[in-house]
């Protein structure tokens, strides 16, 4: 076999909301091995979403879990190279890889925003994904129009 299956990492949970998928993002938003600061600008974000949000019936961990499956791409192209030419080929993405694409796009939309604080930033984008609006959920928009646009290769498998 060519490719060998990488083995899923197993997260700890987080202290305050004991998630996995919490930490998961934070190792994603951490830059430098500084964690700690990670962690707080995540739970000082969640904070900023409950203070925005008028309705007190969701919390702001079920908003921010709402926004990572709005931004979530399900298929995505790859270049494959057929009879000289190269074709976008639409691919189905695995789970896990699914979420770790959602995560790396709402960070990276978050860092490109104008406010001063990160979680401030961070905030406007999970409320902006939330509501299927924002730079993370128009990128996968794209991602999924390139697909639907090249559906008539999909039968060239990888």
Not at 45 to 51: A, G, L, R
Request: proline share 4%; net charge positive.
């Amino acid at each position: 076999m060519r490719k060998l299956k990488s083995k899923i990492k197993i997260y700890e949970p987080d202290p305050k909301f004991k998630d996995p998928l919490v930490t998961r993002f934070v190792n994603h938003l951490m830059k430098n091995g500084k964690k700690t600061i990670a962690y707080t600008i995540f739970y000082n974000c969640i904070n900023e979403i409950e203070k925005k949000i008028s309705k007190k019936e969701k919390s702001g961990l079920k908003i921010w879990k709402e926004a990572l499956d709005n931004v979530m791409p399900h298929v995505e192209v790859r270049s494959r190279r057929i009879g000289g030419s190269n074709i976008q080929v639409p691919t189905q993405i695995q789970p896990y890889v699914k979420v770790t694409k959602a995560m790396k796009s709402l960070i990276n939309c978050a860092r490109e925003r104008n406010e001063k604080k990160m979680y401030k930033k961070l905030a406007g984008e999970i409320l902006s994904a939330y509501k299927k609006e924002g730079a993370s959920f128009k990128k996968r928009e794209n991602i999924h129009k390139m697909a639907e646009a090249n559906k008539a290769f999909s039968h060239f498998k990888f």
